[in-house]
Every structure is written in C-alpha cells, then in structure tokens.
C-alpha cells in the first residue's frame, strides 16, 4: 500500500508502479525549508559550505523534485529499478531532479546512482546508518509534517517550488511507499 499526500503527476507516476495510490487529508499542505534546514550538499563539496546547488536553468518558481535513497534500503533497491524501467527517470521533472542519498557514504550513493544508470545531480545527506543520525536526519521533519511515521522514512519523493533567492523551498508533495 502507498501514501501519497498532495500527488501530482510526476508523484502518481511513482506510485503507480508500487500499487494504489491513496490519498488522505495532509497534516500539512505546504512546508518551507531552506537549503541549510534540509542538510543536503551536492556530491563531492564541502560539508561545511552548505550552498545550494546549481542546475542550469533553475529559478525562483521553478517546481523542482527530490528522490531520497539510501543504497542498502530494500525499498529503494526495488523502487528505483522499477521506476526506469518505467521510464520515470526521464519523466521526473526533466533537469530538475536530485537523487538524495540519507545515511550512507557518499561513494555509496554515487555508486548505487550509476548501478542504475541514474544521471541526475546527486545530493548527500546524513553519511551514517545509526539510531543517532536517523533522528537527526533534516528531511525526517518534512516526512513528519506530511504524515510519513515509516522509521527510516526510505524511499520518499518530494517536490517543491523554489522561492524567490532561490535558498529555500516551499515543498507541497511528498509521496512514500508503504
């Protein structure tokens, strides 16, 4: 079964795949964050400088979308097959969509991204697979917020607007498997 709160059509499509979409009343319609709240930094950077990323072509009012992994997640081991094979991969927002990796090292993401013939801008987050980073992990609040109380919250799919100055989000759908 699936949860998918404010779904639109990119976020049906990654539902679809997995079974029925169900949507219920969420416990929040929209939630803003900006990049430092959410913990994420583009592959291969300093931690410490948490400058957004770039994509060409990105500005304020843009809708961009955010698949949060981690490579050892069964979920996401299945999903993100499924969903190139689907073609969602070429369909999720087009130059608009990161590939989050959450409580794994970042080779560990850029490896489990070029397994799967991923070539979207990768993101790192939390870098260890502990109790302690799993209640720390940034994103944990946006999953709350929807209504998400998987435990490690893997894989979710989110998708914004980028605010005018472009250094934060209005996120309006997060969708998960259950």
Not at 88 to 95: R, V
Not at 156 to 164: G, L
């Amino acid at each position: 079964m699936l949860a998918g709160l404010s779904c639109n059509c990119a976020a049906s499509f990654f539902l679809a795949r997995r079974g029925q979409i169900v949507q219920e009343p969420a416990p929040m319609q929209h939630y803003e964050l900006s990049w430092a709240q959410l913990g994420w930094w583009p592959f291969g950077s300093d931690r410490a400088g948490r400058a957004p990323p770039s994509l060409p072509g990105i500005h304020p009012g843009d809708r961009v979308a955010f698949l949060v992994v981690a490579p050892w997640c069964p979920d996401c081991q299945e999903l993100v097959p499924a969903m190139i094979l689907d073609g969602f991969a070429e369909q999720a927002l087009p130059g608009k969509t990161w590939l989050v990796g959450e409580f794994a090292p970042e080779r560990a993401v850029a490896e489990f991204a070029r397994e799967r013939e991923l070539h979207w801008p990768l993101l790192c987050g939390t870098q260890e697979k502990t109790e302690i980073a799993r209640m720390e992990a940034r994103f944990a609040s946006v999953r709350r917020a929807f209504g998400d109380t998987r435990y490690w919250g893997l894989p979710t799919y989110i998708e914004a607007v980028v605010q005018p100055g472009g250094s934060s989000f209005l996120i309006d759908t997060v969708t998960w498997p259950e």
